[in-house]
């Protein structure tokens, strides 16, 4: 019989090696849970987001989503944000507007976006800023910007009959312009002619008073603009006809088409197109072109808004 020392298993580095191993294993749960606590995923559906939406608003940039969670469910935040000319300083602003205009309609967004960057959430000659004078050629002047008190171009030059009625005047880098385009047009025979151009401050004044005195300040500002806020005291713009045409027929005519497909390449855009009333606030007006220089009129042609659309989205910095 021999015997054999029964080996002892020494229970003390067991012990230590167990509970070094359950507490890694509660430091990596606990630093999952903190990781889940804290996402993002985790604090938008806390917000009250769904996972499809979480999905959307990731994509977005840092500064959204950190909104989105430190703020309420907004069903119109994901589908604000995806409008592509969405702007942030505007959001408090396309909210208000859709809960005044929509309730529980169907909203617009992309409606919602463009009228209030253009200011459209107010009615005409309300919340009026001053146009920014130091954008050159590129001021905007509309029924929410004005220009400077009874504003006046220093470079007034009066138009000769090969190109306008008599008594139009214009800023001389405009009919510059707009003697290349009338000849271009001549060229593809079409003959261009101007029948209102640059409008002092007083002689703005003396149209609108006169619709005002007739017809009442609602029709004053259906038809004129109030002096002050027209396009034509800026020495830009210009009415253009075609000989013997008229505000009703002017946009059937073919020299309408020549010009409005072809006007940017001479520095100049339709200001008034039809469908875009509620944005420029004035009806489809296929005669009145604006100058904006050859770079800037092409860029605007080319992103199909309104000038008013464009600058609130592009040049209002
Ligand atoms: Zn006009």
Not at 139 to 150: A, F, G, W
Request: hydrophobic share 30%.
């Amino acid at each position: 019989m021999y015997y054999t020392k029964k080996r002892r298993i020494k229970k003390g580095p067991i012990i230590v090696l167990a509970v070094i191993i359950l507490v890694i294993i509660l430091i990596v749960v606990g630093i999952n849970l903190y990781n889940h606590y804290t996402s993002n995923e985790y604090r938008l559906s806390e917000a009250g987001y769904n996972e499809d939406e979480i999905k959307e608003i990731l994509k977005f940039d840092e500064k959204y989503i950190t909104y989105a969670i430190e703020h309420k469910y907004e069903d119109d935040f994901i589908p604000l944000l995806k409008e592509k000319y969405f702007l942030w300083k505007n959001y408090d602003k396309y909210i208000a507007y859709i809960d005044e205009e929509y309730g529980n309609k169907q909203v617009d967004y992309s409606k919602v976006v463009s009228l209030v960057n253009v200011g459209a959430d107010s009615d005409p000659y309300t919340n009026t800023k001053k146009a920014d004078m130091d954008k050159g050629y590129a001021i905007l002047v509309n029924k929410y910007t004005s220009l400077p008190e009874k504003y006046a171009p220093d470079d007034i030059v009066e138009m000769s009959n090969w190109y306008a009625y008599p008594d139009n005047s214009i800023r001389q880098e405009v009919y510059d312009a707009f003697k290349e385009m009338s000849e271009a047009a001549k060229e593809t025979g079409y003959t261009l002619i101007v029948n209102s151009s640059y409008r002092s401050y007083d002689e703005q004044k003396a149209i609108y008073d006169d619709y005002e005195d007739n017809r009442g300040k609602e029709y004053a500002d259906t038809y004129a603009a109030r002096p002050d806020f027209s396009e034509h005291q800026t020495g830009l713009s210009l009415d253009v006809f075609s000989p013997g045409a008229n505000m009703s027929n002017f946009a059937d005519t073919e020299t309408f088409k020549w010009l409005s497909e072809n006007c940017y390449k001479y520095g100049f855009i339709l200001r008034y197109p039809e469908g875009k009333e509620e944005i420029t606030g004035y009806n489809y007006e296929a005669w009145h072109y604006r100058y904006l220089g050859k770079e800037l009129a092409k860029k605007v042609y080319e992103s199909g808004l309104t000038y008013d659309e464009y600058y609130a989205y592009y040049l209002d910095k």
